[in-house]
């Protein structure tokens, strides 16, 4: 893959491994859910890329609409999470499910399914690309792309400052990059 950028540590997941276990995904879902129509819940921003290939590669029937979500004071271990933009329609008797980028302490997700559960949806399902090993042993996903460590990770819609979204695979940010920014 040539020279990694600056701040890249190491790469982590490989666009050939993204690309086999969305595929893996989505032909779980769409056996999972044969019969229905399922409303896929993107969380923005990063969920992006995620999102439109995990739907591009479902055989069953689909609407897609987004939500963003911004944690107050990343540093913080509250879990307080306030919605920047709620979805367009309501879900009441619909198949949920929400897919996420990643899930780090399970914070958002915990908020994310207790908002969505107050909607009546018919089901409410979870769904993230990646996890680190420290999340929260309650926060329950029914699909999962892959385990990671407790790293800043980036690329494949993940970002750094807004850098990195458009890797191609996951890698591990350069741990001296991360701490300049939070001094
Ligand atoms: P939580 O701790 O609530 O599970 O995750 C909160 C949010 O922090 C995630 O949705 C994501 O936006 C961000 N986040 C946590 N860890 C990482 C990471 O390693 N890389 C990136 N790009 N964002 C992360």
Redesign the pocket.
């Known amino acids: 893959m040539g020279d990694l950028p600056g701040d890249i540590q190491r790469i982590l997941i490989t666009p050939e491994e993204i690309e086999k276990r969305v595929k893996e995904l989505a032909d779980q879902i769409s056996n999972d859910y044969r019969g229905k129509r399922l409303y896929m819940v993107g ?1 923005l921003k ?1 969920a992006f890329i995620f999102m439109a290939d995990l739907t591009r590669a479902l055989s069953i029937p689909h609407v897609v609409d987004f939500m963003a ?1 911004s ?1 107050y004071g ?1 540093t913080t271990q509250s ?1 307080a ?1 306030r919605i920047l933009m709620d979805l367009r329609e309501p879900i009441e008797n619909q198949h949920v499910l929400i897919v ?12 994310l399914q207790q908002v969505l559960k107050g909607r009546s949806p018919a089901s409410l399902r979870t769904c993230a690309l990646v996890r ?1 090993t420290r ?1 929260r042993a309650d ?1 329950t996903l029914d699909y999962l792309g892959f385990e990671i460590p407790d ?4 690329g494949y819609g ?3 400052a807004d850098r990195f979204r458009t890797l191609s695979y996951v890698a591990e ?1 350069k741990p001296e990059a991360y701490a300049s920014s939070q001094k």
């Open positions: 969380i990063g979500l944690s990343k879990g999470v996420e980028d990643i899930v780090d302490t399970g914070h958002t997700l915990a908020y680190k999340a926060v790293v800043w990770v980036v993940l970002d750094f940010l």
